[in-house]
């Protein structure tokens, strides 16, 4: 496996982690756009699950494809305002 592949998959599931750690539903609670933001969460979390599987398995393809979509789910919803998130760093695009 190419040394930037296997590099980039790790850090693309550290950031999908640590993005998680930092995302924050902004609705109230019990909310149609709470509950959104909860399968927004849910979605990541998932994709994270499955990237760790497949790096697991020798397949750092889909878990690289697998921790990009998950992060891509909570970025989405930063930006459509579902999580609060930091607004400085590396985590998201907001």
Do not use: Q
């Not at 979605?43 to 921790?67: I, Q, T």
């Amino acid at each position: 496996m190419p040394a930037d592949l296997e590099e980039k998959t790790d850090r693309y599931e550290g950031l999908l982690a640590e993005a998680l750690d930092a995302a924050e539903v902004a609705p109230p609670e019990g909310t149609p756009m709470a509950e959104a933001a909860a399968e927004c969460e849910e979605m990541a979390r998932s994709y994270l699950e499955d990237g760790r599987h497949f790096h697991d398995d020798g397949d750092p393809v889909n878990a690289l494809a697998s921790f990009s979509y998950g992060h891509a789910w909570l970025d989405a919803g930063a930006r459509i305002g579902l999580f609060d998130v930091p607004e400085e760093g590396h985590l998201f695009t907001v």
